[in-house]
Every structure is written in structure tokens, then in C-alpha cells.
């Protein structure tokens, strides 16, 4: 099921913008303290690197992806989630916009 909402939420009004604003997000901070992100990554093939482990949930759009030491790229598509370690890296590519919430740790 794809997350529609994230009550009790938040939100930075300031844009994080990615490779000249082919990816741009907002950061969600819940009252745990628990991050997020949320945002979009517009067409085009791109390599994120991460620090903490990331699960990258498809919200609309789709995408695919391949994980740093993988030669096989996979699909995500809305309601599907895909798990990136923590100090790695995965390309991306999309065709049509990829809508998605970052859920960080």
C-alpha cells in the first residue's frame, strides 16, 4: 500500500535541489525525530550516494534502479519499496516522473 499521508509531520519549506534540479525534495522530520524525504526525481539517469540505509518508497511514477556492486537494474513502481545500504550508492533511471518518500535508518 502506498503511504498517502504523513500526519504529525514536520515539513522544511526550503527545497533540497539535486543535479541541477532533476531531483528535488523536502525534509520531514516526525515527533520521534525520525527523517524523512520527500520529493521527485524528474527524467533522467542519476547515481545517489547514501550515508545512513535508505528505503526508497514509490508513491507515483515509477523508476528503475541498481544497487552499487549490482549489474541488474529492477523496477519500482507505486506501493513498492527498495532497501539501499547505508555509505553505498544506486543509480537510478527514470522515464516519467518517479514520486517518492525517502524513509531514512
Partial sequence: MTTEKIA???VATQANV?????CVSHSVTL??????????VLPSQLTFKTGAPEIMECVAGGCEYKLAGSDAWQ?????EKFS???????EIKVSDAYHYICHFG
Fill in 8 to 10: 504529525n509531520a514536520s
Fill in 18 to 22: 539535486y543535479f541541477d534540479g532533476k
Fill in 31 to 40: 515527533p520521534d525525530g525520525t527523517k524523512k524525504s520527500v520529493g521527485v
Fill in 75 to 79: 523496477k519500482s513502481g507505486p506501493g
Fill in 84 to 90: 539501499v545500504p547505508g555509505n553505498s550508492s544506486f
